[in-house]
């Protein structure tokens, strides 16, 4: 008879897979927000916590007169936000805006050692005039439409009635305070006159046939 140790069969268990390393990824986590997205909300933490606000060494190092600092920010008035949603919207400020360091600026120009109000008062003064030519240009641009259209009405009035006559002069109207709602950055005004003027057109279009 064979021997009860030469009838055992081995048995090897199977083997278990690694565990992951510290570094590796969990593909079943969910993925981080956009790259611009926290740019954003990074910003806004700046401004209002501190760039230092991770206790990072090169942080706690920044000062308000560093060249990545926002100067217009520091004096109190940044124009990348004063135009926002209009026609001279420029966007977000490539440099940063911290209200730590709007403190820190503040505490030196009492001081005397700084002061950017210069700076910012010539900043304000180029915009004044750059909205000034945009408004002229506007306006002139109106009155060469309204030359267009009057040398339009005096050939049709004799053939259109007096109400399409009317719905015209309505329209006229609506369409220049669309282009002031439009210059304002008045989005809802802007709208709402669009769809008069569509109504009015329809109306328009009845008394024509």
Same mark, same amino acid.
């Given at each position: ?12 268990? &199977? ?11 969990? &593909?079943?986590?969910?993925?981080? &927000? ?5 740019? !954003? ?24 007169? /560093?060249? /990545? ?25 490539? $440099? ?6 709007? $403190? ?9 050692? /700084? ?22 240009? !506007?306006? $002139? ?5 309204? !030359? ?27 369409? $220049? ?27 328009? !279009?009845?008394?024509?046939?």
């Amino acid at each position: 008879l064979p021997s009860s140790s030469s009838s055992l069969i081995a048995i090897t268990p &199977p083997k278990q897979p690694p565990p992951p390393s510290p570094g590796t990824k969990n &593909p079943s986590k969910g993925r981080a &927000p956009p790259r611009g997205a926290m740019d !954003a909300i990074r910003k806004q933490l700046d401004q209002l916590m501190g760039a230092n606000r991770n206790g990072d060494v090169r942080e706690v190092s920044r000062k308000y007169y /560093d060249r /990545d600092v926002c100067r217009l920010f520091l004096a109190g008035l940044c124009p990348h936000d004063l135009f926002q949603l209009t026609k001279m919207d420029m966007g977000p400020c490539p $440099k940063l805006h911290s209200l730590q360091l709007r $403190k820190e600026y503040e505490e030196a120009k009492a001081k005397g050692m /700084d002061n950017y109000d210069h700076e910012l008062e010539e900043t304000v003064e180029r915009l004044i005039v750059e909205c000034e030519r945009k408004i002229q240009r !506007a306006l $002139k641009r109106l009155e060469e439409e309204d !030359a267009k259209a009057a040398i339009a009405i005096s050939i049709t009035e004799v053939t259109q009635s007096k109400e399409v006559l009317e719905f015209s002069k309505q329209i006229k109207e609506k369409m $220049k305070e669309i282009d002031t709602f439009d210059f304002d950055g008045n989005t809802e005004g802007k709208i709402r006159a669009t769809e008069e003027v569509d109504k009015l057109k329809e109306q328009r !279009a009845e008394e024509q046939v």
